[in-house]
């Protein structure tokens, strides 16, 4: 059992910067591969950014490619999800999840935070 916990939303300025992070606890998360989705009001949720288990590996929606990084500190339990240029189209409540599969699809996700909210305003 993993256990993921979201921190570091906001409301920032269209074309500011945030980071937002997820700590695992339970299990050690080198064992699995991470992700990021987000889910807009009235939206079905969508991926953002995959990496793999050893972060060599990543894999970005086409809509935030060059403006969003997802790295990975295996030591530290916790991937983050680093938005640059954020516009007012990538708000939306941010979800980890962790798998033993890398890919893109939502349901091959075995475990997932409980999201964090990051508003653009315009």
Do not use: H
């Not at 079905?44 to 060599?56: H, M, P, T, Y």
């Not at 935030?64 to 295996?74: A, E, M």
């Not at 999800?81 to 890919?103: H, I, K, W």
Request: hydrophobic share 35%; net charge neutral; glycine share 10%.
């Amino acid at each position: 059992q993993v256990q993921l916990v979201e921190s570091g939303g906001g409301v920032v300025q269209a074309g500011g910067s945030l980071r937002v992070s997820c700590v695992a606890s339970g299990r050690t998360l080198s064992r699995y591969a991470m992700g990021w989705f987000r889910q807009a009001p009235g939206q079905e949720r969508e991926f953002v950014a995959a990496i793999s288990r050893s972060g060599d590996i990543t894999r970005y929606a086409d809509s935030v490619k060059g403006r969003f990084t997802i790295s990975r500190d295996n030591a530290k339990n916790t991937v983050y999800l680093q938005m640059n240029s954020l516009e007012p189209e990538d708000t939306a409540v941010y979800y980890c999840a962790a798998g033993r599969e890398f890919t893109i699809v939502d349901y091959a996700y075995d475990y997932w935070g409980q999201g964090t909210q990051v508003t653009v305003s315009s």
